[in-house]
């Protein structure tokens, strides 16, 4: 089992990223709250991780912060819900933000996250709000990262990885990006966009 990983941050495009612990390059899936603090290329960079093992794949995750984390696998725990989901949702809102949707019973904002319909959003309700006040992190924000060449085409990949529509996407992008904005910049308007 692999808990945490210390090292140089050598790769990144949503989802996945790759950091060099001793010479070896460890590929993490992470979501969009980890990608928009990543510092940049070159960078030493520690993660939570949480190790998946499946008959036919194993996959890594990376995390910033044990909240993080520890949503990721708490939403696991709902029927229907998987690796898939848990990740959108992290990418679509903090834990802090879902936290207060299932404590308000926001059905409509938790089925715009993508890949959650309304019975999946009630499930959640029902068997989270017991939990979420024990998950919310008070670890402050922060921010970093480097920019992409091309900041608006790669917020486009990232949202489309993420499950968003391109039709949406694209609306979605056109509408967050400014002159300026990185990459996280504009997913992070455009999610917010998107849970309106």
């Known amino acids: 089992m692999i808990g945490r990983l210390k090292g140089i941050l050598i790769a990144k495009q949503p989802p ?6 001793g010479g070896v390059g460890y590929e993490l899936e992470a979501p969009m709250s980890t990608f928009f603090e990543l510092p940049e290329l070159g960078r030493e960079v520690s993660l939570c991780t949480h190790y998946a ?12 912060r044990e909240a993080e984390r520890s949503l990721f696998r708490t939403l ?22 879902f936290a207060r949707l299932v404590r308000g019973a926001d059905i409509a904002a938790l089925t715009r996250i993508p890949g959650i319909g309304k019975k999946t959003a009630e499930r959640m309700i029902v068997e989270l709000r017991d939990r979420v006040d024990g998950m919310v992190s008070s670890i402050p924000a922060t921010s970093g990262g480097a920019g992409a060449h091309d900041p608006v085409a790669e917020a486009t990949v990232a949202l489309q990885t993420l499950g968003y529509k ?31």
């Open 76 to 97: 696991q725990k709902v029927s229907g819900v998987g690796a898939k989901i848990s990740l959108a949702v992290l990418s679509g809102t903090s834990v802090e933000e």
């Open 16 to 21: 996945w990223i790759v950091v060099d612990v």
């Open 53 to 64: 093992a499946k008959e036919d794949t194993v996959v890594l995750y990376g995390f910033l």
């Open 166 to 196: 391109p039709a949406e996407v694209t609306r979605l992008v056109r509408d967050a990006a400014a002159p300026g904005d990185r990459a996280e910049d504009i997913i992070r308007k455009a999610l917010k966009a998107a849970l309106r």
